[in-house]
């Protein structure tokens, strides 16, 4: 039965189909697109249209050279590869200035043709490193690591001390709205007869000393966390600076002055 | 039994002191970003209520009317108040003088909290004179 039915649905929906597929193409722009365009010249007609590139041959030979296996060992990346899409040959590539850290531990790329090389410093001391070899690619690794951990600890540090800071101002903001609200209430609720406005003082009393309260666990919480956050990146960052200080002299050591 | 109104008229004029500084404060901390109009609304205010707990002001008539009232309420809830209330100020605001000192280093932040925190203190020695001469009245 129900395939009788299917059978009897089958053809009208293969012509529904066909017919809105003729309807998209009568009503496509592409295809009035395509009967306009051999119009579209002047008004006359269509014209064939031929294309001869002019192509100068290329004097090339090719000589086939034996393959040599090289050992591949792990490699220091010592030259930075900007993101992005790379220029197309005979573009003037601009001047990689690559940097991090800050101005008392940091690092910077200087793209000089040929050999780069990295100019590193600590307070005042300044190194300029040639990473070719991969002893000397793997510290600076490192060292750039470090200035870097450095600079986002004491960025977490100085979010750290602002939210401890105002945290601090809710709190008295929060001890302002207790006492406020508290004597409020105590002196609204005990009115007799208890008036309307003494009833809105009333209730408007305790709203304010419980959300006082409130304020004051809130903000109160919200500094321990960042008294907790402020030692753990304190820690990081002296961890980070000694690091950076053992790298630099290793590196100092390994390239000579 | 004055004491007990005399101990709210205290804790009254204790927040609207500490409002007042706080305003004040966050009017003319130069570590915040703030925009000049957020400033200068802070320090109207604060004018304001400074204007108003002077003797014979808005703020100073109301506190001074509603004081009464405050003896007809539970004599231990009034002194537990006047009491607690200046502790926990002084507290919240020690704690905030030794972040301004030691972790943050802002001298008018420091400044500031010292000065809410001999505010709370005065509170508080006021309001124990207060609890002392009512109970030592009482005794008698």
Known sequence: MNGGRLKQVQPNARGGVSLAFILILLFSPLHWASQLIPLAPSGGAAQAFTF?????PLALTVTLQPTIPVPVGAQASPIPVPGGPQPSEGTPEPAQRINGGDSTIGYEFIDTPGSPRWRIWIEDQVFIVDPTDPATGSLLDAFRNEADERVAAASAMDQARL???NSDKASLWGAVGLVGGGIAALASCLATPLT???GIGCVGGIVAAIGGLGVIGVSQTERSQAVTTLSQETVKYSGATAEAGRLFNALTRNQGP | MRGMSTVWRNLGLDAILMAVLLLLYEGLDPFTDRSPVARV???VLATALLIGVLPGSYLHT?????S???????????LAAGIGFPLLGLFLSAQMAYDFAVILEETPGLVFSIVVSALQAVVLALNLFAVKNTLAKEMK
């Open chain 2, 68 to 78: 009464p009232r405050v003896e007809a309420a539970s004599r231990w809830v009034v």
């Open chain 1, 52 to 56: 001869t590139p002019h192509v100068t």
């Open chain 2, 62 to 66: 109301v506190l001074r009317r509603l």
């Open chain 1, 196 to 198: 309307l406005v003494a």
């Open chain 2, 41 to 43: 609304v802070r320090l």
């Open chain 1, 163 to 165: 939210d401890r800071k």
